[in-house]
C-alpha cells in the first residue's frame, strides 16, 4: 500500500480512535491524521512482529482493524503524555 493510502487510512482511522475514544485532547485534524497514521504502521509491526499478522490491501479489513488497533494505542499514550504535560503547568 502506497504512502497515499497510508494516509487516507490514517485519516479514518484517527477519527475512528477519536470517536472511540472521546475527549478533549490538544490538536485539531492534523493530529488526529499522524496519530492514525503512526498508530496504523504501529499496529502494522506489532502485528507483524509479534503476533504474525500482516497488512494487506487498502481494501483489506485486517488493514483497518490493525490500523484502528495502532491508533487506539498511539492514542492512549498520547493522552497520557499529554495530560502530564498539562498538569505540570498548573
Known sequence: MGILGWIVVGL???LL??????????????VTTLIG?????????IG???FGVTTGTFFDLRTW???LIGALVLLLIYRLVAGRRGR???
Do not use: S
Open 17 to 30: 480512535a477519536k470517536a472511540i475514544m472521546p475527549g478533549r485532547d490538544p490538536g485539531g485534524i492534523i
Open 88 to 90: 505540570a503547568r498548573i
Open 37 to 45: 497514521i503512526v498508530g496504523g504502521l504501529l499496529g502494522g509491526w
Open 12 to 14: 479514518v482511522v484517527g
Open 48 to 50: 507483524g512482529r509479534f
Open 65 to 67: 482493524v490493525i490500523a
